[in-house]
T-cell receptor, first 111, second 113 residues
Framework: ELKVEQNPLFLSMQEGKNYTIYCNYS?????LYWYRQDPGKSLESLFV???NGAVKQEGRLMASLDTKARLSTLHITAAVHDLSATYFC???????????WGAGTKLIIKP | DSGVTQTPKHLITATGQRVTLRCSPR?????VYWYQQSLDQGLQFLIQ???????AKGNILERFSAQQFPDLHSELNLSSLELGDSALYFC????????????FGPGTRLLVL
């Protein structure tokens, strides 16, 4: 059974700092998704990572995937307040294409 | 705007009642997913339909049921409602071609009093 763990679950940081959110998963998968959710709002797709070594960047966010280590990272560079949100990773289960979701990382960026 | 629509946006009802939530997927998407998000339990997958057929079940209670119609819209029926059913209910849709990204609707906020 595929399990997905995110850490940290809560992160409070200052503007201008760098930080990384980690997403570990327990069994083989080649597809990993990152989503963002603002409070009380829907989930917005950020990145889709489809192969080992995949790296995608959008603004101050960069996501990478290491399928051998079963690890994805979401790196935040020079954080700004607008990036405050909850970030979810989701991993596609190899056998049935279902997404298994992490618990989410609540990120608060203080001015 | 993801292209997924959900109605109603808000719903307030009483315990023991039954409600129906509606979802229209993005144009061309055959898969529809339902999720429940409550404060203390994160995002819980309920059920998936693909082109009218049930594809997968998650943590869906027996009091809940869903269906996908020939025009691909989907409905989630919640019955014998309890206080603990208060949550945000999301619908998402995806296409199996391409990257498989699930696109989420705006959600229905259900409050059971």
């Amino acid at each position: 059974e595929l399990k997905v763990e995110q850490n940290p679950l809560f992160l409070s940081m200052q503007e201008g700092k760098n930080y990384t959110i980690y997403c570990n998963y327990s069994t083989t998968s080649d597809r990993l998704y990152w989503y963002r959710q603002d409070p009380g709002k829907s989930l917005e797709s950020l990145f889709v990572l489809l192969s080992n070594g995949a790296v995608k960047q959008e603004g101050r966010l960069m996501a990478s995937l290491d399928t051998k280590a079963r690890l994805s990272t979401l790196h935040i560079t020079a954080a700004v307040h607008d990036l405050s949100a909850t970030y979810f990773c989701a991993v596609e289960e190899y056998s049935n294409y279902q997404l298994i979701w992490g618990a989410g990382t609540k990120l608060i960026i203080k001015p | 705007d993801s292209g997924v629509t959900q109605t109603p946006k808000h719903l307030i009802t009483a315990t023991g009642q039954r409600v129906t939530l509606r979802c229209s997927p993005r144009s061309g998407d055959l898969s529809v997913y339902w999720y429940q998000q409550s404060l203390d339990q994160g995002l819980q997958f309920l059920i998936q339909y693909y082109n009218g057929e049930e594809r997968a079940k998650g943590n869906i209670l027996e009091r809940f049921s869903a269906q996908q119609f020939p025009d691909l819209h989907s409905e989630l029926n919640l019955s014998s409602l309890e206080l603990g059913d208060s949550a945000l209910y999301f619908c998402a849709s995806s296409s199996r071609t391409g990257e498989g990204t699930q696109y989420f609707g705006p959600g229905t906020r259900l409050l059971v009093l």
